[in-house]
């Protein structure tokens, strides 16, 4: 571990009972307007001081001031150094949102990190409207020094062929990263109307045994009381991560009762409970900690797809192609659009 010699080691002293957990959290539309309104910007440093890492989605903004000042307001009200790293801003049209890895950088840090190239955004060949951003991350108080999390948040649209796409996602990552330690995190809207129980035969990543799904069908990760849905999930692959998870700890956290909130105010902070799993403490931890940066936030790069061909293009059904839209690729239809091969005529010239 190259890394680790180069960052400056000091002590360290955690409260007892300490339990290191992960979550993901569907800050919905998060942006300044949450930080700015102090109840909200209150309540989300409640959910997040819970938290060693939290995978976070719809951080809205091109730029990170939103973000950055959330987690700079995360350290100053828990007294400890929180450090964020930040997606590229991801879509197929002017719509965008970035993911964001928050993280306790005393004891947990980022040691690679990217993009999956899902495919050809112009062409339509793509697998997701925001590819899956994987981050490794190196440990000091876990049995489990070494995981990736690969954080995603589909289009409801096409969760299904999303949800699906995630198996490729997770199979680069263990040739990518050369490990197996991999927890697939996000809002993968895999459920209700946007996957139903009949669709999930054909979803590859439900049906691989070493993949262990830990927020079950039966969870309700919607903060509206009109709806149970099990949107947010997490999957987590590799023997050695799957021992190092506390059993039944994986849960969505309900901050509307245990906080006992008003309805107004638990939709305030997002339409999404987080969803959460706790990992063994290592007995033999040392007490070092990892010495702080000096700045907030870091850049997790730019999603760089492949060169794009029209290789793959299905002229007849021009599956995948709604939804892509580009600039010198102006086809911008949604769902229901069905004259989304027009323009592959011109731009693959065949
Ligand atoms: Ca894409
Ligand atoms: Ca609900």
């Given at each position: 571990m190259r890394f680790l010699v180069l960052v400056a080691m000091t002590a360290c002293f955690l409260q007892a009972g300490f339990a290191f957990k992960i979550a993901s959290f569907?800050?919905?539309?998060?942006?300044?307007t949450k930080v700015d309104d102090p109840v909200v910007l209150e309540l989300l440093i409640r959910i997040l001081s819970?938290?060693?890492i939290i995978a976070i989605e719809e951080v809205m903004n091109a730029d990170n001031t939103a973000i950055i000042s959330l987690v700079k307001e995360l350290s100053l009200a828990t007294k400890l150094n929180y450090n964020v790293l930040i997606s590229d801003h991801l879509g197929r049209s002017s719509y965008r949102e970035k993911y964001a890895y928050v993280y306790r950088e005393d004891i947990v840090k980022p040691t690679e990190w990217y993009h999956f190239d899902d495919g050809c955004e112009n062409c339509g060949t793509d697998s997701f409207i925001r590819e899956p951003f994987v981050a490794r991350f190196t440990s000091l108080t876990t049995v489990v020094k070494d995981f990736a999390l690969i954080s995603i948040h589909t289009s409801p649209d096409y969760a299904i062929m999303e949800v699906d796409a995630l198996y490729d996602a997770w199979v680069d990552a263990k040739q990518r990263l050369?490990?197996?330690?991999i927890l697939i995190l996000?809002?993968?809207?895999?459920?209700?109307?946007?996957?139903?129980?009949?669709?999930?035969?054909?979803?590859r990543l439900r049906h691989v045994e070493e993949l262990v799904w830990l927020i079950g069908d039966k969870e309700d990760t919607t903060v509206s009381t009109n709806t149970n849905c099990a949107y947010d999930r997490m999957v987590a692959g590799g023997e050695e991560l799957q021992r190092g998870i506390v059993p039944d700890t994986a849960k969505a956290f309900n901050y509307h009762v245990a906080y006992d909130l008003t309805y107004e105010m638990a939709k305030a902070v997002s339409d999404h409970y987080p969803v959460e799993v706790e990992l063994y403490d290592d007995v033999f931890y040392s007490g070092q900690c990892f010495e702080p940066s000096a700045s907030t936030g870091i850049s997790g790069g730019l999603s760089l797809n492949g060169p794009c061909t029209c290789e793959g293009v299905d002229f007849s059904s021009c599956r995948g192609r709604c939804g892509a839209s580009g600039k010198t690729y102006p086809c911008n239809c949604n769902a229901s659009c069905t004259n989304c091969c027009v323009d592959y005529t011109s731009s693959c010239k065949l």
């Open positions: 569907n800050i919905q539309r998060f942006s300044m819970r938290y060693e050369k490990m197996e330690n996000g809002d993968y809207n895999a459920a209700c109307s946007y996957v139903a129980s009949r669709h999930w035969p054909i979803i």
